[in-house]
Nanobody, 121 residues
C-alpha cells in the first residue's frame, strides 16, 4: 500500500506563487511515477504533470508549462508542485497521484485527499 498526502493549498492573489507538497509513504519501491492533477468545479480532472520515480524525469502539460514545475526531494519522499504567475482559472482542488505500471497497463493508482487552491482576482 502507498499513502499519498497533499498539503499547501490556500487562498492567494492573481500573480502570486504557491508550492504544494505531496508526501508519499508506504510500499514506494514499485512506484513508476508520481504526478499532479487538478479538478475545478464542474470540470473533469486535469493532468498537470509527473515525475518518474527512479530517474526523476519530468513532464509538464502544455496548459501549465512555463508556470508550473514539478520536483522531488528523494530523502523526504516528497514531491512538489511549484506554481508561479497564478491565475483565477488555476482555482481547483489539486491532487497528488502515485502510479504503478505493469508494462503499459496501470496496475495501481493511489490518490491523496486533495488540497484546495483558490486564486482571487
Amino acid at each position: 500500500q502507498v499513502q499519498v498526502v497533499e498539503s499547501g493549498g490556500k487562498l492567494v492573489q492573481t500573480g502570486d506563487s504557491l508550492r504544494l507538497s505531496c508526501i508519499i509513504t508506504g510500499s514506494t519501491a514499485g512506484i513508476t511515477a508520481t504526478g499532479w492533477f487538478r479538478q475545478a468545479p464542474g470540470k473533469e480532472r486535469e493532468f498537470l504533470g509527473r515525475i518518474t520515480w527512479s530517474r526523476e524525469n519530468t513532464y509538464i502539460a502544455d496548459a501549465v508549462k512555463g508556470r508550473f514545475t514539478i520536483s522531488r526531494d528523494t530523502a523526504k519522499n516528497t514531491m512538489y508542485l511549484q506554481m508561479d504567475s497564478l491565475k483565477a482559472e488555476d482555482t481547483a482542488v489539486y491532487y497528488c497521484n502515485a502510479r504503478i505500471f505493469q508494462g503499459l497497463s496501470i496496475l495501481h493508482d493511489y490518490w491523496g485527499q486533495g488540497t484546495q487552491v483558490t486564486v482571487s482576482e
